[in-house]
């Protein structure tokens, strides 16, 4: 098992992330764990009938992928685990499955199991919380607003007369200024006042505040 640290919660809600490579985590997509036992079940007969395991991407697919051993015996591991579990969270990307859970112990037992080397990614400090994000360096912000829609262009000259107080990039300001949509552009803020203010010019503008907090990296 592969250990790596996140600086915020996945999801705004669980603390850890198992991630597993294998050739069918597309079967469960969605979390549709009955489909997922169905397939396993019809590779399960064909492996026992000595046909060779293949599985199509989807039901209108022309494509099918050789499932090895190994992938078949994990995808049994897999679901044997999640079934009459609840509280956790699957996503599918391309041959990678990320289980998200609140319970490190459930996934380290499924880690320990699995033919392939999962990846496992633990909170860098412990108890964090929804909209926090942990860095290693010492911080002159205290927060970061994500932004949205078009906001007041008066805003721009605010940030440019408050450098000590807000950092807003380049590509921001001129978007501010010209009243274009902010969607995927953040700022930082030093202190709840200045957070205050920037309310009073954004308003409804403002999508997500992060609180940055400081842990020094230990070796």
């Not at 979390?31 to 199509?56: C, F, H, M, V, Y």
């Not at 080397?117 to 970061?144: A, D, G, H, R």
Request: charged fraction near 30%; charge should be positive.
């Amino acid at each position: 098992m592969i250990k790596k640290t996140s600086n915020k919660l996945f999801w705004d809600k669980y603390a850890y992330k198992l991630g597993v490579y294998n050739s069918a985590t597309h079967i469960f997509r969605n979390k549709r764990l009955q489909n997922a036992r169905d397939i396993i079940d019809g590779l399960e007969l064909k492996s026992g009938q000595g046909q060779p395991l293949r599985l199509k991407f989807h039901r209108y697919s022309q494509r099918e992928t050789d499932i090895t051993e190994n992938d078949f015996f994990d995808l049994k591991v897999l679901i044997s685990h999640f079934q009459d579990k609840e509280d956790f969270m699957l996503r599918c990307e391309g041959s990678r499955l990320g289980i998200y859970s609140n319970n490190v112990q459930w996934l380290k037992v499924i880690a320990r199991k699995l033919k392939d080397v999962p990846w496992l990614w633990e909170p860098s400090m412990p108890n964090l919380e929804k909209n926090t994000i942990v860095v290693n360096k010492p911080i002159e912000y205290e927060f970061k607003a994500y932004l949205n829609g078009t906001a007041d262009p008066n805003f721009a000259e605010y940030c440019l007369s408050n450098t000590d107080k807000i950092r807003a990039g380049d590509r921001l300001i001129r978007d501010l200024k010209q009243e274009r949509n902010l969607k995927g552009k953040y700022i930082y803020v030093k202190n709840d006042s200045i957070l205050t203010i920037v309310r009073l010019f954004l308003n409804d503008n403002i999508m997500r505040i992060d609180k940055l907090v400081y842990q020094p990296e230990t070796r």
